[in-house]
Structure formats: C-alpha cells, structure tokens
C-alpha cells in the first residue's frame, strides 16, 4: 500500500496559534493512561488491573514492580508523555495499515518535515516529493504519484485526520473520496453522491423500570460502499450532508494529469470534472474527523486525538480481555466529561472520539454490554429525569445506528454517597446479575475514568481498564 501525505501547506490561518512550524507539525497535547493510574493521582487500581491499564498504553509493568518508577528504567520508561506533532497522529494511523511506501509532499518550511521524518525509524519507505515553488494541491499530488510504484496510491492532507479503514477502497472508479457524514456546518462544502441503500430502521426502547433503559432490535453494522459522487457544493450552511473527508484512493493508470498546467486545484481541475462525467465514486465512514486548520479546530485537537488513542488502546485491550461481560462508566469514557457541569440536555452530548466506531467490535466481542452510571446531578435538581431519559434515547439510537449494541442502561441518581446502587457500592452489578443471570464478575470486565470506576470493579471482584481522563482534560 502506497500513500502520499500533503505537508506543504501554508497554514496562514494558524499562525495566530504557531509560528514558523509547518502545519503539520502543530503540537498536539499526548497523555498516559498507565501515568495518571499510578502517579499523578495518587491511586492505584487493585492488583491484576494495572496490567491490564498498562497494557493498554502500550507499556507493561514487570511482576513485582508497583509502578514506572519500580520499573527497569524508572521513570525514563515509555509513556508517551508530552506533545507529539501532528503528522504522528497521522503516520500511527498508517502505519496500523501496514503502509509499505509513503511519498511526503513538501513546500513550505519543508526541512522541519524532512528532519522529523529523517530523525526516526519507520516500518516503511519513504521519499519526498519536494515544490521548489507552490504547485496547488493538484501539481503537488502530480510530483508526488510520479515518486509511486504502483498503480493504487492513497492520498491523505497532512492536516486532517481521518483514520477510515483503506481496505473497503476497491478503485474501480479513477478517484474515490472517502466521505464524512456531518450536521450543522458551514465550514465545508458538501458532496452529492447518488442514492445509496435505505438504510434499516432504528429501534430502542423507550423508558424501561425506573433507572434502567435496554435496547430492542439493533440494525446491521452499516456497510461502507462505493457511490457515485455526481458534485460538489460550494460552502453553505448545511444542516446534514457528506463532506470531502481529505482521503483519496487514486488508479494511477486511469488518471492522465498530464495536460494541466504546473500549478492547479485537484479540487476544482478534477473532482469537479470528473465527477461530472462519472469518474469519481465516493465511500462513506463514520471514523473520527477532524481538521486542524483554524484555530478553534486546532484547540479541539488538543484533547481529542489523545481521547481518540486512549479509545483505541483500551479497545485493543478489550478484545484480550478474558471476559464475556463488559461494563462501562458513562461521562469520560462514551462522552466528553465536563468539569465542574453535567450533560443536561441531548445537545450537550458530545461522544468521545473514536467510541461509537468500536461498539460493532465490542457488540461481537460480548455477550453482554452494561452501562453503569452515576448522574446525581438528577438528584441535586440541577436536571430532571425526563431529562436523562431523553439523553440516554439519544445515546441508545446512536449506538444502533453505528450498528453496536448496549443490552442495559444502569444508572443511579442518588446524591448520598451510602446509597447501595451508587458507585463504588455494587448496587447496579447485582441489579445487572438480577436481570442478566449468566452474568459472572470472574468473567466480566470493567471500563472507567475514575477511582470510584476501579473501586466499583474491586468491589465487584471484576477486571478493570482505565480510560484516562487526563487524555480529554
């Protein structure tokens, strides 16, 4: 697999925010999920749940060793700590695609590219396809397909992320975009693609007994297929539509780039043609999007890439868990928390990065799927219970749509911190274990971003994986 990264790009709107850094190294906050577990809080999960947190973060600690610092190296040990760049976010991602050859395209401050790429080992080939003067993104993805070996080449902007899955990309069209459903924007323009299947119905339960709500039927896992993109719509507000999601699936011996000029727009010189004459097809993802191109963006990005690798690592975790149950706290690890607030109203939902494209693999993973939740802000008054009732439908229908599935909503509104369904207490496990009796706590596993999340699954006698919330902070 063959991929070519935009890195040249000016990044004039950014540099209220950086300066004399190339775009597509803007630093991006990084955190540790065994860190916070084991030194910066002052805790520690009980024993045989570290290694799992650990082992999440990609870094385990010896038999014996309490923490990093116990650990040979001490705390010089790997935690990735600290800001990372950009295009490691970018390049993590590719490299988990097992991409064999990347072409970086080059202008503007390009010596810091090549000096951040030069300066570490890759698990591919590299060369840089190097703008003396600005080609546009059309003359620099020219050069850079003419540094390609094959005829299947990827083409990803050095400044987005969007880490769908390039093995769904058939190339049976000479350009195939990879497209970003979205809602409420005016940022970007839209594509229109030709009417694709009708997708099943989504059902959920409404209001079940009271502090509980369970899925029904839950739709298929949506297919991403290949559409025909037929135009692109200048910027507007659009209220729901598909994006340029900034990944490209070129057929090299389909495309001729030959007849224009040096320097001109991929986007205007031909998207725009060829979707008109029908040689442009269009896959859609849900995967996590995001563009740093603006400052506001670029904040954002600051605690979702490190939110969307966390998911990804406690993921990977999951699915060696020796366990057929898994439970989960609500607020940092389905959804952003907000410090010193609570989700009130459906709008203020925002799921974590990364979540809803994992609960297809956690729905075939376990038998069953448990929402353990504390929301006393019901109980101080400061939201009602029609309120989170409303909340939890939204987040239900979510989850059937992204084609996962969540068999059981637990949550406990109480204020006082005594009352037996509140965690740590294991009120909600045994209500679980009442309706769900196959459910064992040897064989269950818990996920969460808090002591009272480990205290519950200690209480519990469960395995228990740490989301660090340092990670979305």
């Known amino acids: 697999m063959e991929v070519i990264v935009l890195a040249g790009g000016l990044g004039t709107r950014l540099r209220s925010v950086i300066h004399e850094i190339p775009k597509c190294l803007a630093p991006i906050a990084d955190a540790s999920i065994s860190d916070w577990a084991d030194t910066a809080s002052g805790w520690s999960v009980f024993p045989g749940a570290i ?16 923490n990093k610092a116990d650990a040979p190296g001490g705390t010089d040990a790997p935690c990735g700590c600290g800001p990372v760049p950009f295009l490691q976010y970018l390049l993590d991602w590719l490299c988990a695609n097992q991409v064999e050859h990347v072409v970086f395209s080059v202008g503007y401050l390009r010596e810091q590219v ?3 790429v030069e300066g570490r080992e890759w698990p591919f080939s590299y060369d840089f396809a190097v703008e003396e003067t600005p080609l546009g993104t059309g003359g620099g993805i020219r050069l850079a397909l003419g540094m390609c070996h ?17 093995t769904v990309f058939s190339f049976d069209k000479p350009i195939t975009l990879a497209l970003k459903p979205m809602k409420d924007f005016d940022r970007y323009g839209t594509v229109v693609v030709s009417e694709g299947p009708t997708a099943d119905e989504i059902y959920f339960s409404g ?10 039927i839950a739709t298929p896992p949506r297919k991403e297929e290949s559409l025909q993109v037929m135009a692109f719509h200048e910027k507007q507000y659009c209220s729901e539509g598909l994006i340029n999601g900034g990944v490209y699936a070129i057929d090299r011996s389909r495309l001729d780039l030959s007849s224009l000029p040096e320097r001109f727009s991929f986007e205007k010189e031909v998207l725009e043609p060829g979707a008109a004459i029908g040689e442009v097809g269009g896959v859609v993802s849900d995967a996590y999007f995001i563009d740093i191109g603006i400052p506001e963006d670029y904040e954002r990005a600051q605690w979702a890439l490190p939110a969307w ?16 149950t898994l439970f989960l706290d609500r607020d940092g690890v389905l959804n952003r928390h907000l410090p010193g607030d609570y989700v009130r109203t459906p709008a203020m939902w925002e799921w974590m990065p990364g979540v809803l494209e994992e609960f297809p693999r956690w729905a075939a993973r376990f038998r069953r799927i448990v929402l353990v939740s504390n929301q006393r802000g019901v109980g101080k008054g400061v939201m009602s219970d029609e309120d989170l009732s409303r909340i939890h439908a939204g987040m239900m229908a979510d989850i059937l749509a992204a084609g996962g599935r969540l068999d059981l909503a637990l949550y406990c509104t109480a204020v006082e911190a005594d009352d037996p369904r ?3 207490n294991t009120g909600m496990f045994r209500e679980a274990q009442q309706l769900f009796p196959e459910i064992d706590a ?17 209480n519990c006698g469960m395995q228990f994986i740490l989301l660090s919330p340092e990670a979305v902070s």
């Open 51 to 66: 290694s799992m947190a650990e082992r999440a973060s990609g870094w385990s600690v010896p038999p014996g060793a309490k």
């Open 114 to 116: 090549i000096s951040f």
């Open 150 to 166: 094959g005829d299947h080449v990827f083409v990803v902007n050095g400044d987005t992320f969007y880490p769908v899955d390039l």
């Open 207 to 216: 209001r079940g007994p009271k502090n509980q709500i369970s899925s029904a």
């Open 309 to 324: 690798k966390a998911v990804k690592r406690v993921s990977s975790a999951l699915m060696e868990a020796s366990a057929d």
């Open 422 to 424: 509140r965690k740590p």
């Open 442 to 458: 040897k064989s269950s596993v818990m996920v969460g971003d808090s002591p009272s999340d480990a205290a519950f699954a200690e």
